[in-house]
C-alpha cells in the first residue's frame, strides 16, 4: 500500500463530521499557501502600544511568577536546592556555545550559527517550503524530524532564562535575543518543518512564554522586542486554532492544541483572538481529558511515556486556571487525580518506571527536571496541588523544577502536608489495560489492551516487566525511533521485542505494514479479555488472554496466568495456548544490559543480575521446551540503543501447549529452593 493511498484510506474511515472538519482546514491552509510569502509572514510591528502597556503593567501575575518573586525563589533554591543554580548555570553556558544533546545524540556542537531546519543527527536539511508541502513522515527520507522539533521546541531557552534570574548576567540574555531573531528570520509562520505540526507550535508557545516572563525584567529585552515576541505569540495562536489535530481518535497532539490555546487565552487576553483561544483551548481540554484518560486514570494511548506527557499538560492546565480564577469541570479535577493515582502505582520504590507502548521523552515544560524515567516530579506537583500525602511520600521532594513552576506557594502546600501517605499497594487498571504487582522490593506490571488509537501501541498484549531489590530484571525495549527509520520502528513495537509469545513468527496485530507508522486504527482481531485478577494479602493473581492469532489458518489463542507469592516475594508464569493443529511456540524474556547465562537444562534454569542480586527464571520440565540465550536491542530512552540478552522459549508441537516458569529474586546469601519454587508453580496451576 503507498503512503498516498493509506492516507486517503485513513481518511475515508473517519466519521464524516470529522472528515468534513479537516477538509475545511485543508483547505484555509492551501488559500494561506496560495497568498503568503516567507517575506510576509510574521505580524510585522507586534501588538500595538495600548496592548503592550496592558500586558506588562504591574499587578497581580498571571503567570507562575512575576519580578517580584525573584529574590524570594532565588533564595528558597539557596535553601532547598543548592545544587540548581549550578546545574542550570552549567547547561546554560553549553547552549550559549551551542551545544547540545537531545533525543540521544550525545553532546553536538551546531557551529556559530544554529540551523533551524537541519537534523543534525543524520545531516539532512529540510527545505523552507509551506507546512503543506512537506511531508514529514516521507520514509524514503532517512531523516528523523523530531530533532529539528525538539531544538525548536525551545526549552533551551526557558534554560537561558532561568540562569538569568540566578546570575543577572547579560550574557544569557543576548544569547537569547541572537537565536530568538535568527528563529524568526528562519521560520516564518507557515513556512518550514518546524509550522508543519500544531502541537510544535503549542509546545513552542508555551516556552515563549515562560522566556518572556524570564527575560521580562532584561534592559536588552526592550519594549520593541517585547511586542514582537507577544505578535509572535499571537502568530503562533492563529496558526495553532487554523490547524487543530482533529481526528476520529485524537491523541496527545489534540490535546495540547488545547493546552496551548487555552494558556495564550488565559495569560495574553489582550491579544485579538485570545476570547476564542480560550473558549477554544478550554473545550478542547476538558473534553479530550473526558474522552482520552478512562474512568480509571490510564491515558488511552497505552504508553507510559505519554501519560507522564498528558499528566504534566494537564496539571499545568489546572495550576494555571486555579492563580487566573478559570473555572476546572471537577470531573476533570477527579480523573486528574486518577492519573496521579495510576502514576504511584506503576513507580517503583527507587522512582524508575515501566516502558510500555511509545516514549519519545517528550515534555510541555523542562524546567531542569526531565520527566524521562522518572515521573516523581508530577507526584509532588499532585501532592501540592490536591494535597495529597501519599503522592508527597512516593515523591521524596518538591524539586527544583516545581519550585520554578508552582513557586513559595506550591512549596508550602506541599510542605503542609502531614501524615503518612497510604500503602501503595497492588491494583488494577482494567480500562486503561495495566495491572501493577507490588510488595516489599517488589514490583511487576502486565500489559493488556489500550482503549484509544493505535499510533503510540507497541505489539505487548501480556507483556510485562519484572523490577526487584532495586533492579529492573525483565524490561520493555523501548521505542528508540519514529521516522528516521521504519525498519527500527517496526522492530521495537514488534510482538517479538516484548515479553509475551508469538505463534509461528507471526505477529498479534497486522499493523507493521502501514506506511505511517502511527496507525489510528487497532487490528480488532486481536482481542484482550481479561479473565480474572485478584490482590490478596498473602497471593495475587493475573488471568488474560488474547485472539491475536485466531486469525491463522488453525487458530490460536493465548492465555496466560501470573500469581505473585507475596510471603516469598516471587512470581510463577503461565503460558496456556489453546487451539488446534500443530505450531511453533516461541516466548521471549528480554533484559536490561546485565550479564545473563543458562545455568541449567534439566530443569531450565537462567540467572540474571549480579552475585549480590540475581533474579533466577526457572521453568517446570515439560517435554520438548527448549531455550536460547542471544543478543537483543535495548532503547533505554529515544534516539539511543544498545545490546541486551534476550531469553527465548520455544517448543513446537501439536496443541494444547501449557509453559510454566518462576521468576525468582534472590540477594546473595539468601536461602534458594528451586525445587520446592518449581512444586509451587506446579500445584498453582
Known amino acids: 500500500m503507498t503512503h498516498p493511498v493509506a492516507r486517503l484510506r485513513q481518511a475515508l474511515a473517519m466519521p464524516l463530521p470529522v472528515l468534513a472538519r479537516k477538509l475545511g482546514q485543508r483547505g484555509r491552509a492551501l488559500a494561506h499557501r496560495a497568498v503568503a510569502s516567507p517575506g510576509s509572514a510574521w505580524t510585522r510591528d507586534g501588538v500595538g502600544p495600548d496592548v503592550f502597556r496592558s500586558i506588562t503593567r504591574n499587578g497581580p501575575s498571571r503567570f507562575f511568577f512575576s519580578a517580584a518573586d525573584r529574590a524570594g525563589l532565588i533564595g528558597a533554591f539557596q535553601a532547598r536546592e543548592p545544587a540548581a543554580e549550578a546545574a542550570t548555570l ?37 527545505d523552507l517550503k509551506h507546512h503543506t508541502a512537506i511531508d514529514m513522515l516521507d520514509l524514503q527520507r532517512p531523516s528523523d524530524v523530531k530533532v529539528v522539533w525538539e531544538l525548536s521546541r525551545c526549552h533551551h531557552w526557558v534554560r537561558l532564562g532561568q540562569a538569568y534570574w540566578f546570575t543577572g548576567s547579560g550574557r544569557y540574555v543576548e544569547e537569547f535575543l541572537s537565536q530568538w531573531e535568527s528563529w524568526m528570520q528562519e521560520n516564518p509562520p507557515g513556512f518550514g518543518v518546524n509550522w508543519t505540526c500544531a502541537m510544535e507550535a503549542g509546545i513552542r508557545a508555551v516556552n515563549w512564554l515562560w522566556t518572556f516572563f524570564l527575560f521580562g525584567e532584561a534592559q536588552a529585552f526592550d519594549a520593541d522586542r517585547q511586542r514582537r515576541l507577544l505578535g509572535a505569540l499571537a502568530d503562533h495562536g492563529r496558526f495553532i486554532l487554523h490547524n487543530l489535530e482533529i481526528g476520529a481518535l485524537p491523541g496527545n497532539h489534540y490535546l495540547t492544541d488545547g493546552v496551548a490555546l487555552l494558556t495564550l487565552g488565559l495569560v495574553l487576553p489582550e491579544l485579538p483572538g485570545s476570547p476564542q483561544w480560550l473558549e477554544t483551548g478550554s ?63 506503576y513507580t517503583r520504590p527507587d522512582g524508575s518506571l515501566p516502558n510500555f507502548g511509545d516514549g519519545d521523552d517528550g515534555q510541555l515544560i523542562d524546567l531542569g527536571e526531565r520527566l524521562a524515567g522518572d515521573h516523581r516530579p508530577l507526584l509532588a506537583a499532585g501532592a501540592a496541588l490536591f494535597g495529597r500525602a501519599d503522592f508527597k511520600e512516593a515523591s521524596r521532594r518538591f524539586g527544583a523544577a516545581n519550585l520554578w513552576w508552582l513557586g513559595l506557594r506550591g512549596l508550602e502546600a506541599y510542605e503542609a502536608i502531614g501524615g503518612a501517605g497510604a500503602q501503595v499497594i497492588s491494583r488494577a487498571f482494567p480500562q486503561g489495560g495495566f495491572f501493577v504487582m507490588r510488595g516489599r522490593d517488589r514490583h511487576l506490571v502486565v500489559s493488556g489492551s489500550g482503549a484509544g488509537p493505535a ?21 520493555d525495549p523501548g521505542t528508540y525511533l519514529y521516522t528516521g527509520s521504519s525498519r527500527w ?36 482481531a486481536a482481542r484482550f479479555t481479561l ?71 534439566d530443569p531450565w534454569i537462567v540467572s540474571a543480575g549480579s552475585p549480590d542480586r540475581r533474579l533466577v527464571i526457572a521453568w517446570v520440565p515439560s517435554p520438548g521446551l527448549s531455550l536460547s540465550l542471544t543478543d537483543g536491542w535495548y532503547s533505554p530512552r529515544y534516539g539511543a540503543r544498545e545490546k541486551a540478552p534476550v531469553v527465548s522459549y520455544e517448543m513446537q508441537r501439536g496443541l494444547p501447549v501449557d509453559i510454566t516458569f518462576a521468576l525468582v529474586p534472590n540477594r546473595a546469601g539468601a536461602a534458594l529452593d528451586i525445587e520446592a519454587v518449581l512444586q509451587r508453580a506446579a500445584d498453582l496451576r
Open 90 to 126: 552549567q547547561e546554560a553556558d553549553g547552549i550559549c556555545a551551542h551545544r547540545f544533546d537531545l533525543l540521544g545524540s550525545g553532546p553536538v556542537q551546531l557551529g556559530k550559527r544554529i540551523d533551524w531546519h537541519r537534523d543534525f543527527k543524520s545531516g539532512l536539511r529540510w
Open 283 to 345: 473545550r478542547i481540554l476538558w473534553g479530550e481529558l473526558d474522552r482520552q484518560v478512562t474512568p480509571d486514570g490510564v491515558d488511552y494511548e497505552h504508553a507510559v511515556g505519554y501519560h507522564g506527557y498528558v499528566l504534566q499538560c494537564l496539571l499545568f492546565a489546572l495550576s494555571l486556571c486555579r492563580m487566573n480564577g478559570q473555572h476546572v469541570p471537577p470531573a476533570a479535577t477527579a480523573r486528574i487525580q486518577r492519573m496521579l493515582e495510576f502514576t504511584l502505582v
Open 455 to 475: 499510533s503510540h501501541m507497541h505489539h505487548d498484549l501480556l507483556s510485562f516487566e519484572c523490577w526487584a531489590d532495586g533492579m529492573t530484571y525483565v524490561v
Open 489 to 524: 520502528r517496526n522492530h521495537f513495537r514488534s510482538t517479538a521485542s516484548h515479553n509475551t509469545v508469538t505463534v509461528d513468527g507471526q505477529e498479534q496485530t497486522r499493523l507493521l505494514d502501514d506506511p505511517n507508522l502511527f496507525p489510528i486504527n487497532r487490528d480488532e
Open 531 to 601: 479473565r480474572g485478577w485478584q490482590a490478596a494479602e498473602y497471593l495475587d493473581s493475573f488471568d488474560g488472554e488474547h485472539t491475536g492469532y485466531r486469525r491463522l489458518v488453525q487458530p490460536v489463542t493465548h492465555r496466560r496466568q501470573i500469581w505473585f507469592e507475596k510471603p516469598d516475594g516471587f512470581w510463577v508464569i503461565r503460558d496456556l495456548l489453546t487451539g488446534t493443529g500443530a505450531h511453533r511456540i516461541a516466548g521471549y524474556l528480554h533484559f536490561a544490559p546485565m550479564e545473563v547465562t543458562i545455568e541449567s537444562n
